[in-house]
């Protein structure tokens, strides 16, 4: 019976939390529901973050840090759609992310595999450094336009048809339309263009790796300044195939452009696991979390096998 309710626990409890976020907290956000959140954003990761450098006696804080980390994304699905021009995409991965927080919370409690102590150096290291330079404005509105110009240079290479204002991009059709008679830009880069995700969750996985420095730093300054670059030329495909007509931005953005950065980070992976394979073993012991049995794998195991 035990079984059953803590199986049913890893379903009802991410559900109501999403449901719970959907309600209270529709698109768009106001100042003041933002404000509120950021405090167990910034909570969740602290704990995460003592959680992970308390080896011995870290777990119980790791498994509210996961909890409650929980609750912060199950607020954000509908800011993520709507925000990021109807990205599914996002919005499902930010979804299902709130189940798998919750189910690591669960092996917190149930499990002693040491992967989930490297997940929450991981996620603390690389969330507390994202959401403070996103939350402190000259440091994200810098690096937007930053990457805004850098990439309407690229753009400017191939084609004199390019315009950059601050965040705001013209190319192609739209450029000629802004100068005949006014046009949206072809793309407003935001925070989410400037690819500091993806940069930041490596450094997470990098740095919190027991291994050695002179390691860590080789596999640093393979992926940090590649996934920038990259990104740039990403942003400038984008918004020449939208610019261009080839295809919307929907599809550019959405589909093309996340595929691509997708198959760049499945490659990049591959590089790092070369100079870190401590990572590799981070990494199978993440994806054996199933097979170490608890109370919901055994309630699982049981139903399957019945029938």
């Given at each position: 019976?035990?079984?059953?309710?803590?199986?049913?626990?890893?379903?009802?409890?991410?559900?109501?939390?999403?449901?719970?976020?959907?309600?209270?907290?529709?698109?768009p956000?106001?100042?003041?529901?933002?404000?509120?959140?950021?405090?167990?954003?910034?909570?969740?990761?602290?704990l995460?973050?003592?959680?992970?450098?308390?080896?011995?006696?870290?777990?119980?804080?790791?498994?509210?840090?996961?909890?409650?980390?929980?609750?912060?994304?199950?607020?954000?699905?509908?800011?993520?759609?709507?925000?990021e021009?109807?990205?599914?995409?996002?919005?499902?991965?930010?979804?299902?992310?709130?189940?798998?927080?919750?189910y690591?919370?669960?092996?917190?409690?149930?499990?002693?595999?040491?992967?989930?102590?490297?997940?929450?150096?991981?996620?603390?290291?690389?969330?507390?450094?994202?959401?403070?330079?996103?939350?402190?404005?000259?440091?994200?509105?810098?690096?937007?336009?930053?990457?805004?110009?850098?990439?309407?240079?690229?753009?400017?290479?191939?084609?004199?048809?390019?315009?950059?204002?601050?965040?705001?991009?013209?190319?192609?059709?739209?450029?000629?339309?802004?100068?005949?008679?006014?046009?949206?830009?072809?793309?407003?880069?935001?925070?989410?263009?400037?690819?500091?995700?993806?940069?930041?969750?490596?450094?997470?996985?990098?740095?919190?790796?027991?291994?050695?420095?002179?390691?860590?730093?080789?596999a640093?300054?393979l992926?940090?300044p590649?996934?920038?670059?990259?990104?740039?030329?990403?942003?400038?495909?984008?918004?020449?195939?939208?610019?261009?007509?080839?295809?919307?931005?929907?599809?550019?953005?959405?589909?093309?452009?996340?595929?691509?950065?997708?198959?760049?980070?499945?490659?990049?992976?591959?590089?790092?696991?070369?100079?870190?394979?401590?990572?590799?073993?981070?990494?199978?012991?993440?994806?054996?979390?199933?097979?170490?049995?608890?109370?919901?794998?055994?309630?699982?195991?049981?139903?399957?096998?019945?029938?």
């Open positions: 019976m035990k079984d059953g309710w803590v199986a049913s626990l890893l379903f009802v409890l991410p559900s109501s939390m999403l449901i719970i976020g959907f309600i209270f907290f529709p698109f956000l106001s100042p003041q529901q933002h404000s509120l959140l950021l405090i167990p954003l910034f909570a969740s990761l602290f995460l973050f003592v959680g992970y450098l308390r080896k011995s006696n870290g777990k119980l804080l790791r498994f509210f840090g996961w909890i409650i980390f929980a609750f912060y994304w199950s607020t954000q699905p509908s800011s993520l759609y709507f925000y021009n109807g990205d599914i995409v996002n919005a499902f991965i930010c979804s299902a992310g709130v189940y798998v927080l919750v690591f919370a669960y092996k917190e409690i149930y499990s002693n595999a040491p992967c989930l102590r490297w997940l929450a150096g991981t996620a603390s290291i690389s969330g507390l450094t994202y959401f403070t330079v996103e939350n402190i404005p000259v440091l994200r509105n810098g690096l937007i336009n930053l990457v805004a110009h850098q990439s309407a240079f690229l753009l400017s290479v191939f084609s004199d048809r390019v315009m950059v204002d601050g965040n705001m991009i013209w190319y192609g059709k739209d450029y000629d339309l802004l100068l005949a008679h006014g046009s949206a830009p072809t793309a407003e880069i935001i925070f989410a263009c400037t690819a500091i995700q993806s940069i930041l969750l490596f450094v997470g996985m990098i740095c919190s790796l027991n291994s050695k420095l002179s390691s860590k730093i080789h640093l300054l992926t940090v590649t996934i920038y670059v990259l990104n740039l030329f990403r942003n400038a495909c984008i918004i020449f195939l939208s610019g261009s007509r080839i295809v919307n931005m929907n599809i550019a953005h959405n589909y093309i452009g996340k595929t691509g950065s997708l198959i760049a980070l499945i490659v990049l992976l591959f590089f790092i696991l070369k100079i870190l394979p401590e990572l590799n073993d981070q990494l199978s012991c993440v994806f054996d979390l199933p097979k170490m049995e608890g109370p919901a794998e055994r309630f699982i195991k049981d139903r399957v096998v019945r029938r």
